[in-house]
T-cell receptor, first 112, second 114 residues
Framework: KQEVTQIPAALSVPEGENLVLNCSFT??????LQWFRQDPGKGLTSLLL?????REQTSGRLNASLDKSSGRSTLYIAASQPGDSATYLC???????????FGTGTKLQVIP | GAVVSQHPSRVICKSGTSVKIECRSL??????MFWYRQFPKQSLMLMAT?????????EQGVEKDKFLINHASLTLSTLTVTSAHPEDSSFYIC??????????FGQGTRLTVV
């Protein structure tokens, strides 16, 4: 059974800092890994999807890397802004390509 | 891009009533849809897999008589929470599978049972 853990569970940083969120998974036979953002009381926003053949993906100030062999992914946020405050979730396929197991989440607060 | 629409986004219902949540794939056909829920301060957990034209497959611990899933067409799956109780208050989200390797998420539904 796939288990996905995110560290840290919560993070508070001053505006402008670069930061790294970590995601680890137990079953490395994954097809892809996805990072989401969830704002309080709201739904999911897909940030980045990394295919198993890729090592990283970039979108604006976000960069996600994937190391299947070690069961790890990181989400790097450059020059953090207060608007980045949210909970970040990673998700990996579980028992099939389409249903996923979500990580435990990292709650990020960027202080102005 | 693939769009999945979930309705309603928020619903408040009285204890004992039933509430229906819809999940629609707007620009693709989805033979398989998934339903997840998120309790406060917890992560999202898979509840069930919804297959068009057949019965849903429920995860262990999910009451199939309480959470009725209907996937009557290739673009619509519904989740009905029957005889809702305050402990059913949660965030419910669906995803729709496109092909064999991709799934796209709806915006979610915040259910509050009072």
């Amino acid at each position: 059974k796939q288990e996905v853990t995110q560290i840290p569970a919560a993070l508070s940083v001053p505006e402008g800092e670069n930061l790294v969120l970590n995601c680890s998974f137990t079953d490395s036979a994954i097809y892809n890994l996805q990072w989401f953002r969830q704002d309080p009381g709201k739904g999911l926003t897909s940030l980045l999807l990394i295919q198993s053949s890729q090592r990283e993906q970039t979108s604006g100030r976000l960069n996600a890397s994937l190391d299947k062999s070690s069961g790890r992914s990181t989400l790097y946020i450059a020059a953090s802004q207060p608007g980045d405050s949210a909970t970040y979730l990673c998700a990996v396929p579980s028992g099939g390509y389409q249903k996923v197991t979500f990580g435990t989440g990292t709650k990020l607060q960027v202080i102005p | 891009g693939a769009v999945v629409s979930q309705h309603p986004s928020r619903v408040i219902c009285k204890s004992g009533t039933s509430v229906k949540i819809e999940c629609r794939s707007l620009d693709f056909q989805a033979t398989t849809m998934f339903w997840y829920r998120q309790f406060p301060k917890q992560s999202l957990m898979l509840m069930a897999t919804s297959n068009e034209g057949s019965k849903a497959t429920y995860e262990q611990g999910v009451e199939k008589d309480k959470f009725l899933i209907n996937h009557a067409s290739l673009t619509l799956s519904t989740l009905t929470v029957t005889s809702a109780h305050p402990e059913d208050s949660s965030f419910y989200i669906c995803s729709a599978a496109r092909g064999s390797t991709e799934a796209f998420f709806g915006q979610g539904t915040r259910l509050t049972v009072v």
